[in-house]
């Protein structure tokens, strides 16, 4: 004669159990969420895995309510491992997910080596270009202090050759040059 089934509401096993796999529900989605956030497929994979055998110990739990006194037992000892070996997995996962491994520092270093290249490329590109603003602006005050000289000796020689037609074409020339380099130093540097 078989044991009728009743069912055990009030289990308080059961209720344990059940507070247990709440847990590793909540533990579980925090891990969905990192594992999404890292968009690390394998990992999602894994906890959907885990999430499969939560639900498998949910109805082993809502089982074991309905199980006769015999089956139970039995039934209490499965459930108990299915609930350690999830936990255990989920924290092994968890610690995969948290724990400052070698893979992760070397991936840090790499990244901040590649950071401290990038930054002397763009100091070198920025000195460059301030040499070349340097060098232009040098090569513009020369222009106009040789533009000047140049004015002021054809300016002389047109004097001592009488204003001379050759002379004039030369001072006019001179002044022309002049006029150039001073108003590209007036608009480059301003009126001070």
Request: aromatic residues 6%; proline residues 2%.
């Given at each position: 004669?078989?044991?009728?089934?009743?069912?055990?509401?009030?289990?308080?096993?059961?209720a344990k159990?059940?507070?247990?796999?709440?847990?590793?529900?909540?533990?579980?989605?925090?891990?969905?969420?990192?594992?999404?956030?890292?968009?690390?497929?394998?990992?999602?994979?894994?906890?959907?895995?885990?999430?499969?055998?939560?639900?498998?110990?949910?109805?082993?739990?809502?089982?074991?309510?309905?199980?006769?006194?015999?089956?139970?037992?039995?039934?209490?000892?499965?459930?108990?491992?299915?609930?350690?070996?999830?936990?255990?997995?989920i924290?092994?996962?968890?610690?995969?997910?948290?724990?400052?491994?070698?893979?992760?520092?070397?991936?840090?270093?790499?990244?901040?080596?590649e950071?401290?290249?990038?930054?002397?490329?763009w100091?070198?590109?920025?000195?460059?270009?301030?040499?070349?603003?340097?060098?232009?602006?040098?090569?513009?005050?020369?222009?106009?202090?040789?533009?000047?000289?140049?004015?002021?000796?054809?300016?002389a020689?047109?004097?001592?050759?009488?204003?001379?037609?050759?002379?004039?074409?030369?001072?006019?020339?001179?002044?022309?040059?002049?006029?150039?380099?001073y108003?590209?130093?007036?608009?480059?540097?301003?009126?001070?």
């Amino acid at each position: 004669m078989t044991t009728p089934q009743t069912p055990r509401d009030n289990d308080p096993v059961a209720a344990k159990f059940e507070a247990e796999v709440r847990e590793v529900d909540a533990r579980l989605k925090v891990l969905k969420a990192q594992a999404e956030a890292r968009k690390a497929k394998s990992d999602m994979d894994e906890i959907s895995g885990l999430t499969a055998t939560k639900e498998r110990v949910k109805k082993n739990i809502a089982d074991l309510k309905q199980k006769a006194s015999a089956e139970y037992a039995a039934t209490k000892r499965e459930v108990e491992k299915e609930i350690k070996d999830l936990q255990a997995d989920i924290e092994r996962v968890n610690e995969r997910f948290t724990t400052w491994d070698s893979a992760r520092e070397r991936q840090l270093y790499a990244r901040l080596d590649e950071a401290d290249a990038r930054l002397k490329v763009w100091k070198a590109q920025a000195d460059q270009k301030r040499a070349d603003q340097t060098m232009k602006r040098h090569d513009d005050l020369a222009t106009l202090e040789e533009q000047i000289a140049l004015a002021r000796a054809q300016s002389a020689a047109a004097k001592r050759e009488k204003y001379s037609a050759k002379a004039v074409a030369a001072l006019e020339d001179s002044e022309r040059y002049f006029d150039q380099a001073y108003d590209a130093a007036v608009k480059r540097y301003g009126k001070t």
